[in-house]
Nanobody, 115 residues
Framework: QVQLVESGGGLVQAGGSLRLSCAAS????????MGWYRQAPGKQRELVAI???????NYADSVKGRFTIYRDIAKNRVYLQMNTLQPEDTAVYYC?????????WGQGTQVTVSS
């Protein structure tokens, strides 16, 4: 079993920054692909950023140049640094991890960007 716990969400003004953190625990015995999705009210969940086992990253076009995903292997954590936030970034952000063919999700953390 794998547990993911997100933190770092909150309310920020447009142009501001937040850093989300995802702490992984449980049956993870190697570096696994992880990433972030988000879901805004009335919209489908969309992929925001991923980081592969090898450390390669990929981003949604809407966040390229503003968001950065990175990991602390020793702490088993993945972070999402979000800069120049805009109201359209408002959503619940979910962390995921792919472990031995299964995808695990965190509970989500709310990010609200005011104009």
């Amino acid at each position: 079993q794998v547990q993911l716990v997100e933190s770092g969400g909150g309310l920020v003004q447009a142009g501001g920054s937040l850093r989300l953190s995802c702490a992984a625990s449980g049956s993870i015995f190697s570096i696994v692909p992880m990433g972030w999705y988000r879901q805004a009210p009335g919209k489908q969940r969309e992929l925001v950023a991923i980081i592969t086992s090898a450390g390669r990253t990929n981003y949604a076009d809407s966040v390229k140049g503003r968001f950065t995903i990175y990991r602390d292997i020793a702490k088993n954590r993945v972070y999402l640094q979000m800069n120049t936030l805009q109201p359209e970034d408002t959503a619940v952000y979910y962390c995921y991890a792919d472990v031995v063919g299964d995808r695990y999700w965190g509970q989500g953390t709310q990010v609200t960007v005011s104009s």
